[in-house]
């Protein structure tokens, strides 16, 4: 039983919580490019979080799903359709066999999070089930989804699927919606934008001492829009150039998840899921984890500040968005009466 | 912070990376004991299995640790006791004494066309023969320094002096997978079909990264590689049986 492509959308790719403990091989975590969302649509569904889900970015993907699923779709919020009907977004919603999900163009958020009970089942490579491109394997065949991929469910995915959405039901009212079956309870989503002009958070870079004070007060100043060449790699800012104070030769060395990186042109790039493990530009300050995911929900042409923060607001930062998560993914689990796999 | 307190400036250093991570700098340059440590208080921090620890990652004169928390105290605990090993590995390994030899891997390159793009460039640049630049390249004492940049690449010092030569001016769109080629007084492998910038002598019909491979890279940090030279006869046969595999 598989999930089959029929139109591939932008960019789809099959994504989890990545790979640990390979980067002096050259391998980066990667996975989710938001993975408090990837999280939620999988407790959405009563998954584990670690469970592969399909990531869409900004026009998503035409699918056929090939049994009886429950699914969710939370994230980035999508113009998405079942079989001509609006698709509810952030909430478990069973479909038949050969229903046809189109998921269009994004409004609201960049990335999109398909999760399906029971999790796609396509091969770990690594230890991991997550696309990684530049290395082209993970995922469905290392690549972003062509059309007539099909991913696999889980083995009894169908079974999983009516016997979980039996037990969310057991409490609530079920809302039949065309040929899908839902609930009137949703996710909130907690990495949008709440509107146009983030600010997302930044500690102290390692070469933040290279650059004249007026490029960090620019970069801390400044208003940026993310560049429409920025992908899983990394996101290019557009704004002005970032001057170092002189000439600077950095060893290569590891980067960060985060890391803002300063190329001579002096066009920042901050690196996100897919980014190289290393790599010789200066880095001017690091986005800390708690806006990681909030970053990458900025699409192409968003507008962003960033905000100096000491090590310690970082932390605090950090802890504050596990909680919620946490919370929130605990709360969504005890509809399925805290069974999921 | 130990290692800190004799001055800004000394190193080597412990410092935050970002709010998930700690850098052990060793050296200011490239410096290939420096390296070699690097290489050694890596393996040795990996070896604590520390759940927390999600990538341990050696570059030329650093090491970074990337760690995991939920809350603001673990993560300033993780730090601190991140800091705290690194100090001790560094002592201990840099008062161990010699390191054991490490293990050499051979890698076959055909240093002739079509493989060798760039290598009348090099002669002409260095003022050898293609020859000359061979038998050197070859009898180098290679050693990998890192791996970085793209999956399995491995970054090798050890290249003789004469073969010092800058990038290319104008880097190549595609360069083929296996492709050996020196920048910088370095040597680095292409594991996949990449641009790229540096001069290209020779290719090698070896996978340096195949995932469903155990081990996956070729190379680790720190290994030693002698390169021999094959003719592109040697080439296809060692190519072909590679994917009959």
């Not at chain 1, 479909?95 to 609201?108: F, H, K, S, Y």
């Not at chain 1, 972003?144 to 009516?162: K, Q, T, V």
């Not at chain 2, 912070?1 to 050296?27: F, K």
């Not at chain 2, 410096?31 to 050696?58: E, H, K, M, Q, T």
Request: net charge neutral; glycine share 10%; charged share 20%.
């Amino acid at each position: 039983m598989t999930l089959r492509v029929l139109r591939p959308g932008v960019l789809a790719t099959v994504q989890d919580l990545g790979r640990r403990g390979l980067g002096h091989l050259g391998v980066v975590a990667g996975g989710a490019m938001d993975p408090v969302s990837h999280r939620v649509a999988n407790a959405l569904v009563g998954n584990r979080g670690d469970a592969a889900t399909l990531e869409v970015a900004l026009l998503g993907p035409e699918l056929l799903i090939g049994c009886d699923a429950l699914v969710a779709l939370h994230g980035g919020e999508f113009a998405a359709e079942i079989d001509g009907a609006p698709l509810p977004q952030s909430r478990p919603v069973l479909l038949p066999a050969d229903a046809r999900l189109r998921i269009g163009r994004v409004t609201a958020g960049c990335f999109g999070y398909l999760a399906v009970a029971g999790g796609l089942h396509v091969d770990p490579v690594l230890g991991s089930r997550s696309t990684y491109l530049a290395g082209g394997f993970g995922g469905w065949r290392g690549r972003s989804l062509a059309r007539d991929a099909a991913l696999p469910f889980a083995e009894g995915a169908e079974a999983l699927a009516h016997a979980r959405f039996a037990r969310v039901t057991a409490r609530h009212r079920i809302v039949a919606l065309g040929r899908c079956q839902t609930v009137r309870w949703l996710a909130p989503p907690i990495t949008l934008p709440e509107h146009d002009g983030s600010v997302i958070r930044a500690v102290d870079g390692l070469h933040s001492g290279l650059f004249d004070k007026a490029a960090r007060a620019l970069f801390f100043g400044e208003r940026w829009r993310i560049a429409p060449d920025s992908n899983r790699m990394g996101f290019r800012l557009l704004g002005p150039r970032l001057a170092l104070a002189g000439p600077a030769e950095i060893l290569s060395q590891a980067t960060c998840l985060g890391t803002v990186q300063v190329p001579p042109g002096g066009q920042p790039i901050v690196l996100m899921a897919d980014h190289q493990t290393t790599g010789g530009y200066p880095g001017i300050a690091e986005v800390i984890a708690a806006d990681v995911p909030r970053l990458a929900q900025l699409k192409p042409s968003a507008s962003v500040r960033f905000a100096e923060v000491t090590l310690a607001e970082a932390d605090a930062a950090r802890e504050a968005a596990c909680t919620l998560v946490d919370q929130l993914v605990e709360r969504i689990l005890w509809e399925f009466g805290n069974e999921g796999d | 912070m130990e290692p800190t307190s004799r001055g800004r400036n000394a190193l080597p250093t412990v410092s935050p990376l970002g709010d998930s991570a700690v850098l052990l700098t060793l050296a200011e340059c490239l410096d290939l004991d420096a390296n070699a440590l690097a290489g050694r208080v890596a393996r040795d921090i990996r070896g604590r299995d520390l759940p927390w620890v999600s990538d341990i990652v050696p570059a030329l004169v650093t090491v970074a640790v990337h760690f995991e928390a939920r809350t603001a105290r673990t993560a300033a605990e993780r730090r601190a006791m991140l800091e705290r090993l690194l100090v001790e590995s560094l002592a201990r390994e840099a008062g161990a004494g010699p390191a054991p030899a490490p293990r050499t891997v051979e890698i076959p390159v055909c240093y002739e066309s079509p493989y060798a793009e760039d290598l009348l460039e090099v002669a002409a640049h260095t003022g050898l023969t293609p020859p000359e630049v061979v038998r050197m390249h070859s009898a180098s004492p290679h050693r990998v320094l890192m791996i970085g940049f793209a999956p399995g690449q491995p970054y090798l010092g050890g290249l003789d002096a004469r073969l010092a030569m800058p990038r290319r001016s104008s880097p190549r769109h595609r360069v083929e997978a296996g492709s050996v080629a020196i920048a910088n007084a370095q040597t680095s492998i292409y594991p996949f079909a990449t641009p790229g910038g540096w001069n290209v002598i020779g290719r090698t019909p070896l996978v340096l990264f195949d995932p469903v491979r155990k081990p996956a890279s070729l190379l680790e940090p720190g290994d030693a590689v002698a390169f021999v030279p094959i003719s592109t006869g040697d080439f296809g046969r060692i190519a072909s049986g590679q994917h009959a595999r």
